[in-house]
């Protein structure tokens, strides 16, 4: 689906991504390694469960949400992928501080 300009880089590093090993060139987001890598399915809403990815790929719509090394509500867009990160899919709603529960969802309307 997506395509790099150039492979052409300073370099490439590797980190997981539910499990499975994705290689990235030095300097990527998390975002763009994963879409050069075909992934687009970033989390699931947390009211259906439908899998969303990401848009704006600038930090505004907050659809590429994963949980990086265990940390929740990370945008994908905006962090640089390092060698041995693990990402994972962010499910539903997740805890915004860590004596927070989980978010409830909306009862009604929205996208979600
Ligand atoms: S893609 Fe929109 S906030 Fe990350």
Do not use: W, Y
């Amino acid at each position: 689906m997506f395509k790099r300009i150039s492979d052409v880089g300073p370099g490439s590093i590797e980190f997981e991504f539910e499990g499975q090993a994705v290689s990235a060139q030095v300097g990527d987001t998390v975002a763009a390694a994963l879409l050069a890598d075909g992934r687009i399915h970033f989390r699931d809403t947390p009211e259906k469960d439908r899998p969303r990815g990401p848009f704006c790929m600038m930090g505004v719509c907050f659809d590429c949400l994963v949980v990086i090394d265990g940390v929740p509500n990370r945008q994908a867009c905006q962090v640089v992928a390092v060698p041995g990160m693990k990402v994972a899919r962010q499910k539903g709603a997740s805890a915004i501080g860590p004596d927070d529960g989980p978010i409830d969802a909306p009862t009604s309307g929205g996208a979600a």
